[in-house]
């Protein structure tokens, strides 16, 4: 008992809260943004067997990291008894969530097409997810040292991925990209839906709160801006909303790209003339 107490204690150490744009926050956001690059020049052509293997140790650390947190958020010692109870509302399949599991399922899946829009959301939608976050963390800080790490690491590696992708060539910046990831992400919506409604009809709802996505018709509206829909729209409609919101978003990502890298082509053109 007095081993896993001590745990619990490390495991939940404190710290002062950072602050947005403070050394905590720029540094990670920075080391993001320089391992990206890194990587871009460690394999310029984007080589498949390299990239599998990114993928798989930048989802293998996510879900470890998420192993810690759920076990903090679970688990509390007062210095002579152990409590569990677990946080429902932390459950680990929130849109910043998704990166670990599509992630690692495309660094084992052999199907090409299906490899290839897994990338393509990653690149996109899973790198506009990690951006939001690392431009504007204040909800995401807190006074636990290893849940700050673990938010700054595993929304960091989005942005990480997301340049190395970009980067190497390996997802092409071009419009059909954006339809090649629009699918991954419905179907991580529908497993929300789905785990929300589970959640409504096994009575989960009434002693505990559950909002995967934060799409739930059960629970009161909470995400920024979406929730101002959520209050005026009928649901099916608030969904096709969500879908289109968050795909422009994806899309803005890709256009972005695009222009960047006709930039860089422009500037060699010149230079080689």
Not at 57 to 69: D, F, G, N, Q, R
Request: net charge positive; hydrophobic share 50%.
């Amino acid at each position: 008992m007095e081993f896993w107490g001590r745990l619990i204690e490390i495991l939940d150490a404190d710290m002062q809260t950072p602050k947005m744009y403070g050394w905590f926050h720029l540094f990670f956001f920075a080391l993001s943004v320089v391992s990206g690059i890194f990587l871009c020049k460690l394999k310029k052509n984007g080589e498949e067997n390299f990239t599998r293997r990114l993928l798989l140790v930048t989802s293998v650390v996510p879900i470890v990291l998420e192993v810690y947190k759920q076990f903090n958020y679970t688990f509390s010692y007062d210095g002579t008894v152990i409590t569990a109870d677990y946080q429902w509302y932390a459950f680990p399949f929130q849109f910043c969530s998704t990166p670990m599991y599509i992630g690692l399922l495309a660094g084992v899946v052999k199907n090409r097409k299906i490899h290839d829009a897994l990338c393509a959301y990653l690149a996109t939608f899973a790198l506009f997810a990690g951006l939001c976050v690392m431009f504007y963390p204040a909800q995401v800080f807190i006074s636990t040292i290893g849940i700050n790490i673990q938010t700054m690491i595993c929304h960091g590696l989005m942005i990480t991925v997301g340049i190395y992708l970009w980067g190497s060539g390996y997802v092409k910046a071009e419009h059909k990209t954006i339809l090649k990831a629009i699918p991954a992400f419905v179907a991580c919506l529908l497993i929300a839906f789905v785990m929300n409604e589970v959640a409504y009809f096994s009575g989960l709802l009434e002693r505990e709160t559950f909002n995967m996505f934060f799409i739930s018709p059960h629970c009161e509206p909470s995400l920024p801006v979406y929730s101002l829909v959520q209050a005026v729209v009928p649901y099916p409609w608030c969904l096709f909303i969500y879908v289109a919101a968050f795909s422009a978003a994806a899309y803005i990502i890709l256009l972005i790209v695009m222009g960047i890298k006709r930039l860089i082509d422009a500037v060699s053109r010149r230079q080689a003339n």
